[in-house]
């Protein structure tokens, strides 16, 4: 059973930085698309960004240009960098593993690292 794994997460300043971490202990993520999804209290989950098994990635626009994701398949890891942090940021966030290129519906969900975004 892939079970994916989440950390990172904390209270952050506005405008500052934090390194998100997915990971999924005894499974391999080399060829599945991993992607990253929020869902801020009182709202639907957001998909974010996605990285896939080639390393082809898409980003929300609501992300995009502040928001990094990459992968270290020698570490079995998954990183999402988040810079210039706003409150509209808050939320939890999860990573996902699909065999979708896109990362769209996927099948396995981690249970997510809460971002606080907060002076």
């Known amino acids: 059973q892939l079970q994916l794994v989440e950390s990172g997460g904390g209270l952050v300043q506005p405008g500052g930085s934090v390194r998100l971490s997915c990971t999924a202990p005894g499974f391999a993520l080399d060829y599945y698309s991993i992607g990253w999804f929020r869902q801020a209290p009182g709202k639907e989950h957001e998909r974010i960004s996605c990285i896939n098994a080639v390393g082809g990635r898409t980003y929300a626009d609501s992300v995009k240009g502040r928001f990094t994701i990459s992968r270290d398949n020698a570490r079995n890891s998954v990183y999402l960098q988040m810079d210039d942090l706003k409150p509209e940021d808050t939320a939890v966030y999860h990573c996902?593993?699909?065999?979708?290129?896109?990362?769209?519906?996927?099948?396995?969900w981690g249970r997510g690292t809460r971002v606080t975004v907060s002076s």
């Open positions: 996902t593993a699909s065999m979708n290129p896109d990362c769209y519906t996927p099948e396995n």
